[in-house]
């Protein structure tokens, strides 16, 4: 097809190529420039054709990113501006008609190389510019024994290459636009995870604090406490040796009574009948050790809440027994649980393990809680631990509602939580899960509904490197 036969194809033709811009916006650009060269190579009715482009790393140079029946190994290659026919066209902007061989002509050089057979009869070339920009270069040439191409060709394919320019920048500009939607996209999303990662660690400073604030109230109230339990059982002391030494008293009184005259001996006897003294005598020291039992479990409190905030102690590294953190974390939850679920404790024999005891107190506190929040019709806690290999672990189990199969994945993410309204934060679980990745452990999770969960933790003996991946597995065996 030779698109000046007749208008009606030319027209044709040219709306043909029009139409192709929408339609290559979303290929590959190599796409694009082949099968314009196509287009053109169809057109103009030539045997073969080729297409560069400024490279844009180099502009020094061209790339050839299309071409037709050329030989094996020219698309691909890069020429120097102004070397050979396209490099000539591209570095002085205007287009040239060859009738004869290209070897002959003194403009050219480095030209590529060709068999005989792929000479060609007549050629022409155009440059391809926007606003003085150079963007490359288009050949099209027809073999020996083909009509020539003529200068009414070759003005008119500059015409053309008005419109070739246009769809050539239109998809360049597509492609930027592709790739600066890449870059936002990524930028995006980068952005996103640095917001959620400040979110989930503005939350924890902030679960942080409040367990500070909450551990510095604990130990002010268990010192407050202390002092007042320290003169009540000092007194209690005090008081048992008094009681002691009046009955004994009383009891040297008793053994006079048969001397005293029978009126005094009367008068003794109902009183002493009135007030019930063999009783008072039994119940008192009963009463004295109830007192000391009651004050012994107020002491137990107080430990117990100065061991959970060890507020009296620097947040360091050391060897601590697993088991004191637990039963003094389960003896601060003690009034949110024991209406709730009976605590089975099932303890292995545990080495002392190197950690920050109270975070780790404060992980015991969240499953806890959660295992009791997920009971309220009541059940069983177990809470089990012992050893495997050179870890130890501890596993908190509930007879609660248990959680979905789709909620299981995402239990450790900040702010995530299943509670009402005013019932959790949703930082519960994301804090455990730091404290035990800080540990180099790990948190298994199984569970189902309507049966209950199961939590272990996995905690290795010794921090000897405090870096590594924590693994969270859902549905792990215990």
């Not at 339609?23 to 190599?30: K, T």
């Not at 099209?140 to 050539?168: A, C, I, W, Y």
């Not at 999770?445 to 003996?461: A, D, H, K, M, Y």
């Amino acid at each position: 097809m030779d698109i000046r036969t007749d208008p009606r194809t030319e027209l044709s033709w040219i709306f043909d190529l029009y139409r192709m811009t929408p339609a290559i916006s979303n290929v590959n650009p190599q796409q694009v420039s082949q099968r314009l060269l196509e287009h053109i190579v169809k057109g103009f009715n030539a045997g073969s054709g080729c297409l560069a482009l400024s490279d844009a790393e180099t502009p020094e140079r061209l790339g050839i990113v299309a071409g037709i029946a050329l030989p094996p190994g020219v698309v691909g290659s890069h020429m120097a501006l102004g070397d050979g026919v396209l490099g000539w066209v591209a570095k002085h902007g205007t287009p040239v008609l060859l009738q004869s061989d290209v070897q002959n002509d003194p403009r050219f050089r480095a030209k590529v190389a060709r068999t005989e057979t792929k000479v060609p009869g007549s050629a022409m070339c155009w440059p391809l510019q926007s606003e003085e920009r150079l963007i490359g270069a288009v050949s099209v040439n027809r073999p020996f024994g083909e009509p020539p191409f003529t200068d009414d060709d070759l003005e008119h394919g500059s015409l053309v290459m008005g419109l070739v320019t246009v769809m050539m920048e239109n998809t360049r500009l597509h492609v930027e636009q592709a790739q600066r939607i890449d870059v936002l996209s990524t930028l995006n999303a980068v952005m996103n995870k640095i917001n959620g990662q400040l979110e989930e660690t503005q939350g924890q400073l902030l679960q942080s604090e409040k367990m500070a604030s909450i551990g510095q109230l604990a130990a002010g109230v268990a010192h407050e406490i202390n002092n007042p339990i320290g003169y009540v059982n000092s007194n209690l002391g005090s008081l048992e040796e008094f009681l002691h030494e009046l009955f004994a008293m009383l009891g040297a009184y008793e053994k006079l009574e048969d001397v005293l005259p029978d009126a005094a001996r009367r008068d003794i006897q109902a009183i002493k009948a009135r007030t019930d003294l063999a009783f008072l005598r039994d119940d008192s020291f009963a009463l004295l050790g109830e007192c000391r039992e009651g004050i012994d479990r107020v002491k137990k409190i107080v430990q117990d809440l100065r061991d959970f905030s060890r507020v009296d102690s620097s947040d360091e590294w050391r060897h601590a027994d697993l088991h004191k953190g637990l039963d003094s974390t389960l003896n601060i939850v003690n009034n949110e649980i024991k209406y709730k679920a009976e605590v089975i404790k099932e303890y292995g024999q545990l080495p002392e393990i190197e950690c920050l005891p109270t975070q780790l107190n404060q992980v015991f506190l969240n499953i806890l809680m959660n295992g009791a929040q997920a009971m309220p019709d009541g059940g069983k806690i177990t809470v089990r631990t012992g050893t495997q290999g050179d870890d130890v672990w501890v596993a908190i189990s509930d007879t609660g509602i248990g959680i979905a199969a789709d909620q299981l994945k995402r239990i450790f993410d900040p702010f995530y939580t299943t509670k009402a309204v005013g019932m959790g934060t949703g930082l519960g679980l994301s804090l455990s899960y730091g404290i035990v990745e800080k540990h180099r452990g790990r948190i298994e999770v199984q569970s189902e509904v309507g049966t209950g969960t199961t939590f272990r933790i996995v905690l290795p003996r010794q921090q000897t490197a405090r870096s590594g991946p924590t693994t969270v597995t859902a549905g792990a065996t215990v």
